[in-house]
């Protein structure tokens, strides 16, 4: 499967070739009412031991899915329609509460680590930092997660200036890309 969910996601991706898209892997989460919910982060990072869910928006508040459905629906009924911009703000996929469940499943009933990667350029509001810290969701900036491949890979014997070269040139084109905007 090569669909990404945005544009970005894609650039994330291309910057770090070595993650594995993660269609196949689901989380069975039980949300507050007792409804399954399965959860599917983007990625894997078999060097870090680390599921990835890859954000470039800060999360939404929302505190349950059927508060995002109905949301959506009246958004339907009035507009005809739903924008993205408005799925963002309001669905549950994007909620701090949803990411607050993926990250306690995967600590409590695997043997992986769980992270979400925001975009750098994405803006996090103080009070969305706080509600992250306190729903025990760790988050970086994927500079920060590049970062910390470039601490492990030699202690590895991974040869890592091509990853270095990679991710180094992608972010010339965007910089250049910004630039011409």
């Known amino acids: 499967m090569n669909s990404y969910d945005s544009k970005d996601e894609k650039s994330f991706h291309e910057k770090f070739?070595?993650?594995r898209r993660n269609e196949s892997t689901s989380f069975p989460l039980v949300l507050e009412d007792g409804s399954p919910y399965n959860s599917t982060p983007d990625f894997y990072c078999p060097l870090l031991n680390m599921i990835i869910e890859f954000k470039s928006h800060?999360?939404?508040?929302?505190?349950?899915?059927?508060?995002?459905?109905a949301k959506?629906?009246?958004e339907l009924e009035y507009k005809g329609y739903v924008s993205s911009y408005f799925k963002l703000k309001s669905g549950f996929?994007?909620?701090?509460?949803?990411?607050?469940?993926?990250a306690d499943y995967v600590a409590s009933k695997t043997k992986h680590k769980f992270s979400i990667i925001f975009k750098d350029d994405t803006k996090l509001s103080?009070?969305?930092?706080?509600?992250?810290?306190?729903?025990?969701?760790?988050?970086?900036?994927?500079?920060q997660y590049y970062e910390q491949l470039l601490k492990i890979l030699p202690s590895m014997g991974i040869e890592y200036r091509r990853i270095k070269k990679r991710y180094d040139k992608l972010e010339r084109?965007?910089?250049?890309?910004?630039?011409a905007a």
């Open 17 to 19: 070739p070595h993650l």
């Open 58 to 69: 800060q999360l939404n508040n929302v505190v349950s899915l059927s508060t995002s459905l």
């Open 72 to 74: 959506q629906e009246q």
């Open 93 to 102: 996929n994007h909620s701090i509460c949803k990411q607050g469940l993926t």
């Open 126 to 143: 103080t009070q969305s930092k706080n509600k992250m810290s306190l729903n025990n969701i760790p988050w970086l900036y994927e500079s």
């Open 173 to 179: 084109e965007n910089t250049l890309l910004k630039a």
